[in-house]
């Protein structure tokens, strides 16, 4: 709600990257609002453990942090944003999957599955996403809390974005099929960029897109066997 | 060295099955036998943690808990048997990937990459895995230590030994495939035993089998793109 875009880009001083998301702290000269700012993710980081990430709702982290709902919106748009703001996620998964499927179906000459994998092999090309990765394992192997809402989030943001693009109508095997595609993605996180395992974490964006791409199509729309 | 195998049978009161790791502090009704154990299992954890997977001997820890390291070899054979037994892995999962290799050359009615899966997901069958994935994953999201050690033990016990089933003759395309497998049955873990992202988590062995087997295959053997 009242998205006054312009006042965001004249803090922010350049044009947002789609599926980036906002960094808590580093934006807002004036102090009001990196304040205001910093009580909605400390509000939001409480009521996520809490509540998890499907019951924590914008209006409840408002009130807990004495604004309107509509200064939630206004500072980081959907539940989705605030939640990756909150874990400090470089970027957010949903809107990054949701680009590279609409990319993907318009490109005859790489695959769906190509586009996935390069998709995020870019996202995690950042200097923090190895602390981000650390963070979130250890919050995840530390508190059953934390566990359940990384569970929610990757069910909600991930898989069900996932599974628009798996060639089925029925929804469960759609999802199992999304979820075929996160247990591989997953898996190149861990082992390239939190183990640094080698020789996979030196190699090419798109020798690995070339390799990990058909896995992901198939996942998605070929024979399960 | 010293091979008693009979004594130790006695001991656990049952044949051990392969790839299975010592249990510690569930044998040994005598309390010098568990205390020397103990004391091994300490000095183990203490000497990986400071010089790595690589760098620890089994001479070296035996020196720390004041034993011959014949003992430690009696009580615990290899240095990766000892290392699965101090981090409480309930498998060995290099003597796993031994045996489904062997298993899987030898079968014409299911392919390679369909054993390792099962492989996988029989041993992960136990009550304490996700324990255990919950503790390497604290471990090494907490200290860069226990990190580097995980690595250095997924590259030597693990990769190394399914490069062996690479379809190559070059070591360094031989140790990519086998990190890209490595890369899917660690995701495949993280998702459905750590995680239980559904419908993964509720998955039967033989449908997962079926639907990541030919992903191992093409890591493994086949075309990369």
Chains 1, 2 share one sequence.
């Not at 790489?110 to 394992?137: K, M, P, Q, Y």
């Not at 809390?145 to 628009?164: C, D, H, P, W, Y």
Request: aromatic share 4%; glycine share 14%.
């Amino acid at each position: 709600m009242t998205p006054r875009t312009p006042g965001r880009t004249e803090r922010r001083g350049r044009p947002e990257r789609a599926g980036r998301t906002e960094r808590p702290g580093r934006t807002g000269r004036r102090g009001g609002d990196s304040g205001t700012r910093e009580a909605i993710l400390d509000a939001a980081r409480k009521r996520f453990a809490a509540h998890g990430y499907g019951g924590a709702t914008i209006r409840g982290i408002a009130a807990d942090a004495g604004v309107d709902p509509a200064l939630v919106h206004h500072y980081f748009g959907t539940k989705e944003r605030l939640f990756g703001a909150a874990v400090r996620l470089p970027v957010v998964p949903g809107e990054l999957i949701s680009s590279a499927l609409a990319a993907g179906a318009g490109d005859p000459g790489s695959s769906l599955g190509e586009h996935l994998v390069l998709t995020a092999l870019e996202a995690w090309d950042v200097a923090e996403i190895r602390d981000t990765f650390l963070g979130l394992l250890r919050s995840a192997a530390t508190s059953e809390q934390a566990l359940i809402m990384l569970r929610e989030f990757v069910t909600e943001a991930i898989v069900g974005r996932l599974s628009a693009a798996a060639g089925t109508a029925d929804p469960a095997q759609a999802r199992y099929r999304a979820a075929l595609v996160a247990s591989q993605v997953v898996g190149l996180g861990i082992a390239r960029q939190v183990l640094g395992l080698e020789p996979l974490a030196e190699a090419g964006r798109s020798e690995l897109a070339a390799a990990v791409g058909p896995t992901l199509d198939r996942y998605l729309r070929g024979d399960l066997g």
